[in-house]
Protein backbone atom coordinates (compact mmCIF):
# COMPACT_ATOMS: atom_id res chain seq x y z
CA UNK A 1 0.00 0.00 0.00
CA UNK A 2 2.96 2.34 0.89
CA UNK A 3 4.18 2.04 -2.78
CA UNK A 4 0.42 3.17 -4.49
CA UNK A 5 0.50 6.42 -1.72
CA UNK A 6 2.32 9.09 -3.52
CA UNK A 7 1.53 11.88 -0.87
CA UNK A 8 0.70 12.47 2.49
CA UNK A 9 0.90 14.17 5.69
CA UNK A 10 4.00 13.86 7.66
CA UNK A 11 2.51 13.67 11.42
CA UNK A 12 5.78 14.56 12.97
CA UNK A 13 6.76 17.25 10.80
CA UNK A 14 7.22 20.03 14.09
CA UNK A 15 5.53 22.86 12.17
CA UNK A 16 2.02 21.12 11.77
CA UNK A 17 1.47 20.70 15.66
CA UNK A 18 2.53 22.19 18.81
CA UNK A 19 2.57 20.56 22.88
CA UNK A 20 0.67 22.89 24.95
CA UNK A 21 0.25 22.09 28.55
CA UNK A 22 -3.09 21.99 30.42
CA UNK A 23 -5.30 19.99 32.86
CA UNK A 24 -7.65 17.18 32.06
CA UNK A 25 -11.22 16.32 33.82
CA UNK A 26 -9.28 14.89 36.52
CA UNK A 27 -7.29 18.12 37.14
CA UNK A 28 -4.06 16.43 36.58
CA UNK A 29 -1.08 18.39 34.91
CA UNK A 30 -1.01 17.03 30.90
CA UNK A 31 0.79 17.87 27.96
CA UNK A 32 -0.86 17.35 24.55
CA UNK A 33 -0.51 17.60 20.30
CA UNK A 34 -2.60 20.65 18.83
CA UNK A 35 -2.91 21.68 15.41
CA UNK A 36 -1.41 24.68 13.93
CA UNK A 37 -2.99 27.04 11.49
CA UNK A 38 -1.58 29.55 9.63
CA UNK A 39 -2.91 32.28 7.67
CA UNK A 40 -2.14 31.79 3.56
CA UNK A 41 -2.80 34.66 1.41
CA UNK A 42 -3.51 33.61 -2.48
CA UNK A 43 -2.48 35.87 -5.05
CA UNK A 44 -3.87 34.92 -8.99
CA UNK A 45 -1.42 37.17 -10.97
CA UNK A 46 -1.63 40.66 -9.57
CA UNK A 47 -4.83 40.45 -7.85
CA UNK A 48 -5.44 39.46 -4.09
CA UNK A 49 -8.07 36.51 -4.07
CA UNK A 50 -8.66 35.24 -0.32
CA UNK A 51 -6.95 34.39 2.70
CA UNK A 52 -7.59 30.85 4.31
CA UNK A 53 -6.30 29.25 7.78
CA UNK A 54 -4.24 26.12 6.71
CA UNK A 55 -1.75 23.92 7.93
CA UNK A 56 0.33 25.81 5.24
CA UNK A 57 1.40 21.95 4.31
CA UNK A 58 0.77 22.13 0.85
CA UNK A 59 0.72 25.80 -0.18
CA UNK A 60 0.85 25.33 -3.97
CA UNK A 61 -1.23 22.30 -3.94
CA UNK A 62 -4.28 24.60 -1.93
CA UNK A 63 -3.49 27.12 -4.47
CA UNK A 64 -4.02 25.67 -7.35
CA UNK A 65 -6.72 23.21 -5.80
CA UNK A 66 -8.89 26.77 -4.72
CA UNK A 67 -8.56 28.20 -8.33
CA UNK A 68 -9.76 25.86 -10.17
CA UNK A 69 -12.99 24.72 -7.42
CA UNK A 70 -13.53 28.46 -7.48
CA UNK A 71 -14.22 28.54 -11.46
CA UNK A 72 -11.18 30.87 -11.35
CA UNK A 73 -9.12 28.28 -13.14
CA UNK A 74 -10.26 26.06 -16.19
CA UNK A 75 -8.48 22.81 -16.49
CA UNK A 76 -6.72 23.76 -19.85
CA UNK A 77 -5.83 26.58 -18.44
CA UNK A 78 -1.86 27.00 -18.45
CA UNK A 79 -0.02 28.12 -15.38
CA UNK A 80 3.52 29.88 -15.91
CA UNK A 81 4.54 29.59 -11.87
CA UNK A 82 3.60 29.14 -8.51
CA UNK A 83 5.88 31.23 -6.03
CA UNK A 84 4.99 30.59 -2.28
CA UNK A 85 6.96 33.04 0.03
CA UNK A 86 7.04 31.30 3.77
CA UNK A 87 7.97 34.34 5.65
CA UNK A 88 5.20 36.42 4.19
CA UNK A 89 2.55 33.30 4.08
CA UNK A 90 1.86 34.39 0.32
CA UNK A 91 1.39 32.30 -2.69
CA UNK A 92 1.04 33.97 -5.93
CA UNK A 93 -0.49 32.06 -9.01
CA UNK A 94 0.64 33.20 -12.37
CA UNK A 95 -1.24 32.19 -15.45
CA UNK A 96 -0.67 32.57 -19.15
CA UNK A 97 -3.45 34.41 -19.84
CA UNK A 98 -4.69 37.28 -18.05
CA UNK A 99 -7.26 36.56 -15.43
CA UNK A 100 -10.14 39.64 -13.93
CA UNK A 101 -12.44 38.26 -11.07
CA UNK A 102 -13.68 41.78 -9.55
CA UNK A 103 -17.30 40.75 -10.76
CA UNK A 104 -16.91 37.32 -9.09
CA UNK A 105 -15.22 38.29 -6.27
CA UNK A 106 -18.02 40.99 -4.84
CA UNK A 107 -20.44 37.60 -5.06
CA UNK A 108 -19.83 35.21 -2.00
CA UNK A 109 -21.53 32.41 -0.35
CA UNK A 110 -20.84 31.26 2.86
CA UNK A 111 -20.58 27.31 2.70
CA UNK A 112 -21.31 24.80 4.93
CA UNK A 113 -17.39 23.81 5.30
CA UNK A 114 -16.27 24.29 8.47
CA UNK A 115 -13.78 27.31 9.42
CA UNK A 116 -16.67 28.93 7.57
CA UNK A 117 -15.67 28.66 3.63
CA UNK A 118 -16.69 31.44 1.65
CA UNK A 119 -17.12 30.04 -2.45
CA UNK A 120 -16.75 33.37 -4.78
CA UNK A 121 -19.34 33.54 -7.52
CA UNK A 122 -22.28 31.47 -9.04
CA UNK A 123 -21.35 27.82 -6.70
CA UNK A 124 -23.40 26.09 -9.93
CA UNK A 125 -21.47 27.60 -13.06
CA UNK A 126 -20.62 24.80 -15.29
CA UNK A 127 -22.08 22.22 -12.78
CA UNK A 128 -24.96 20.96 -15.31
CA UNK A 129 -22.21 21.03 -17.85
CA UNK A 130 -20.18 18.21 -16.37
CA UNK A 131 -20.59 14.45 -17.20
CA UNK A 132 -19.27 11.67 -15.13
CA UNK A 133 -18.60 8.52 -16.90
CA UNK A 134 -20.86 6.38 -16.65
CA UNK A 135 -19.23 3.27 -16.93
CA UNK A 136 -16.93 3.69 -13.71
CA UNK A 137 -18.03 0.93 -11.01
CA UNK A 138 -17.25 0.93 -7.38
CA UNK A 139 -16.99 -2.81 -5.62
CA UNK A 140 -17.51 -3.41 -2.47
CA UNK A 141 -14.57 -5.14 -2.07
CA UNK A 142 -12.69 -1.69 -3.16
CA UNK A 143 -14.68 -0.28 -0.89
CA UNK A 144 -13.66 -2.20 2.04
CA UNK A 145 -10.09 -2.64 0.99
CA UNK A 146 -9.91 1.13 0.71
CA UNK A 147 -11.69 1.92 4.18
CA UNK A 148 -9.11 -0.28 5.82
CA UNK A 149 -6.26 1.26 4.07
CA UNK A 150 -7.10 4.76 5.21
CA UNK A 151 -8.37 3.95 8.78
CA UNK A 152 -4.48 2.45 9.42
CA UNK A 153 -2.39 5.36 7.96
CA UNK A 154 -0.56 8.14 10.42
CA UNK A 155 -2.53 10.55 10.29
CA UNK A 156 -2.45 14.11 11.89
CA UNK A 157 -5.79 13.53 13.20
CA UNK A 158 -4.29 10.60 15.95
CA UNK A 159 -1.33 13.34 16.44
CA UNK A 160 -3.58 15.96 17.13
CA UNK A 161 -7.00 15.94 15.80
CA UNK A 162 -9.10 19.27 14.64
CA UNK A 163 -8.30 17.99 11.30
CA UNK A 164 -10.18 16.66 8.61
CA UNK A 165 -8.84 13.96 5.74
CA UNK A 166 -9.47 13.37 2.35
CA UNK A 167 -7.89 10.71 0.09
CA UNK A 168 -8.10 10.43 -3.65
CA UNK A 169 -8.47 6.04 -4.38
CA UNK A 170 -7.80 3.96 -7.21
CA UNK A 171 -9.79 1.30 -6.79
CA UNK A 172 -9.51 -0.56 -2.96
CA UNK A 173 -5.73 1.77 -2.72
CA UNK A 174 -5.25 5.55 -1.79
CA UNK A 175 -2.96 7.07 -3.75
CA UNK A 176 -2.92 10.73 -2.07
CA UNK A 177 -4.36 11.68 1.31
CA UNK A 178 -4.46 15.27 2.47
CA UNK A 179 -5.47 16.56 5.97
CA UNK A 180 -6.36 20.29 6.81
CA UNK A 181 -8.32 22.50 9.30
CA UNK A 182 -11.15 22.52 7.03
CA UNK A 183 -12.65 19.96 4.80
CA UNK A 184 -12.60 21.73 1.85
CA UNK A 185 -8.95 22.97 1.96
CA UNK A 186 -8.22 19.45 1.85
CA UNK A 187 -10.39 19.03 -1.12
CA UNK A 188 -8.61 21.41 -2.96
CA UNK A 189 -5.19 19.89 -2.09
CA UNK A 190 -6.12 17.27 -4.13
CA UNK A 191 -7.70 19.06 -6.89
CA UNK A 192 -4.55 20.85 -7.02
CA UNK A 193 -2.13 18.25 -6.63
CA UNK A 194 -4.23 16.47 -9.58
CA UNK A 195 -3.55 18.94 -11.90
CA UNK A 196 0.16 19.45 -11.33
CA UNK A 197 0.42 15.82 -11.62
CA UNK A 198 -1.70 15.75 -14.70
CA UNK A 199 -4.22 13.03 -12.64
CA UNK A 200 -7.17 11.48 -15.05
CA UNK A 201 -10.13 11.67 -12.55
CA UNK A 202 -12.20 9.42 -14.32
CA UNK A 203 -11.26 6.00 -12.72
CA UNK A 204 -10.99 7.53 -9.49
CA UNK A 205 -12.68 7.71 -6.03
CA UNK A 206 -13.23 10.35 -3.83
CA UNK A 207 -13.23 9.56 0.13
CA UNK A 208 -13.75 12.47 2.92
CA UNK A 209 -14.03 12.84 6.65
CA UNK A 210 -16.65 15.55 6.38
CA UNK A 211 -19.86 15.71 5.82
CA UNK A 212 -21.70 15.17 2.19
CA UNK A 213 -22.77 18.90 1.70
CA UNK A 214 -23.50 20.63 -1.62
CA UNK A 215 -20.10 22.08 -1.54
CA UNK A 216 -18.23 18.48 -1.32
CA UNK A 217 -20.49 17.31 -4.35
CA UNK A 218 -19.90 19.87 -6.07
CA UNK A 219 -16.21 20.10 -6.00
CA UNK A 220 -16.13 16.29 -6.28
CA UNK A 221 -17.81 16.93 -9.82
CA UNK A 222 -16.16 19.77 -10.70
CA UNK A 223 -12.88 17.69 -10.19
CA UNK A 224 -14.73 14.74 -12.71
CA UNK A 225 -14.84 12.30 -9.86
CA UNK A 226 -17.55 10.11 -10.32
CA UNK A 227 -17.68 8.38 -6.64
CA UNK A 228 -17.58 10.07 -3.74
CA UNK A 229 -17.43 8.12 -0.08
CA UNK A 230 -17.22 9.56 3.57
CA UNK A 231 -17.86 8.25 6.84
CA UNK A 232 -20.41 11.03 7.72
CA UNK A 233 -23.88 12.18 6.93
CA UNK A 234 -25.31 13.54 4.06
CA UNK A 235 -27.26 17.02 3.70
CA UNK A 236 -30.64 17.17 1.40
CA UNK A 237 -29.17 19.26 -1.69
CA UNK A 238 -25.91 17.30 -1.06
CA UNK A 239 -28.56 14.24 -2.37
CA UNK A 240 -30.00 16.05 -4.62
CA UNK A 241 -26.86 17.70 -6.41
CA UNK A 242 -25.24 14.28 -6.66
CA UNK A 243 -28.38 12.70 -8.23
CA UNK A 244 -28.31 15.31 -11.02
CA UNK A 245 -24.83 15.20 -11.62
CA UNK A 246 -24.93 11.02 -11.47
CA UNK A 247 -22.40 10.87 -8.66
CA UNK A 248 -22.65 7.63 -6.82
CA UNK A 249 -22.81 9.77 -3.41
CA UNK A 250 -21.89 6.94 -0.53
CA UNK A 251 -22.57 7.75 3.47
CA UNK A 252 -21.94 6.64 6.94
CA UNK A 253 -19.62 4.31 5.54
CA UNK A 254 -18.23 2.42 8.76
CA UNK A 255 -16.95 -0.77 9.47
CA UNK A 256 -19.20 -2.80 6.55
CA UNK A 257 -21.93 -0.39 7.07
CA UNK A 258 -22.50 2.18 4.26
CA UNK A 259 -25.83 3.90 2.54
CA UNK A 260 -25.73 4.72 -0.94
CA UNK A 261 -28.08 7.69 -2.09
CA UNK A 262 -27.13 8.49 -5.27
CA UNK A 263 -25.81 6.92 -7.70
CA UNK A 264 -26.35 3.20 -6.87
CA UNK A 265 -26.17 1.59 -10.01
CA UNK A 266 -22.26 1.73 -10.56
CA UNK A 267 -21.87 -0.51 -7.24
CA UNK A 268 -20.95 -3.89 -7.66
CA UNK A 269 -21.75 -6.36 -4.65
CA UNK A 270 -18.95 -8.34 -4.60
CA UNK A 271 -18.32 -8.83 -0.87
CA UNK A 272 -19.88 -10.57 1.69
CA UNK A 273 -20.08 -8.10 4.59
CA UNK A 274 -20.92 -10.71 7.43
CA UNK A 275 -17.32 -11.68 6.33
CA UNK A 276 -15.93 -8.02 6.70
CA UNK A 277 -14.74 -7.11 10.31
CA UNK A 278 -16.22 -4.29 12.01
CA UNK A 279 -14.36 -1.37 12.36
CA UNK A 280 -11.66 -1.31 14.96
CA UNK A 281 -12.35 1.49 17.82
CA UNK A 282 -8.79 1.61 18.98
CA UNK A 283 -7.69 3.82 15.62
CA UNK A 284 -10.38 6.44 16.46
CA UNK A 285 -10.39 6.18 20.20
CA UNK A 286 -6.29 6.25 20.18
CA UNK A 287 -5.27 9.60 21.73
CA UNK A 288 -9.02 10.76 22.55
CA UNK A 289 -7.56 12.12 25.61
CA UNK A 290 -6.07 14.76 22.91
CA UNK A 291 -8.14 14.60 19.82
CA UNK A 292 -11.01 16.34 19.05
CA UNK A 293 -13.77 14.39 16.84
CA UNK A 294 -14.05 16.23 13.80
CA UNK A 295 -15.20 13.58 12.02
CA UNK A 296 -18.90 14.34 12.37
Known amino acids: MDDTLRVRPDPSDPRLTRRVAGIDHTGARIETSVTVERPLTLYLNGQEIVTMMTILDRPEDLALGYLLNQGMLKRGDRVTAIDYDDDLQVVVVRTEARTNFEAKLKKKTLTSGCAQGTAFGDLMEDFAGVHLPADAVLRTSWLYGLLKAINTLPT ?22 MEDVGRHNAVDKIAGWMFREAVPPEDKIFYTTGRLTSEMV ?45 GEQRIRFDTDPDKVEEESARHWRKNSREAEATHE
Do not use: Q
Open 156 to 177: LYLEAGAIHGCALCVADAPIAY
Open 218 to 262: IKTVRMGIPILISRSGFTAWGVELAREANLTLIGRCKGKRFVALA
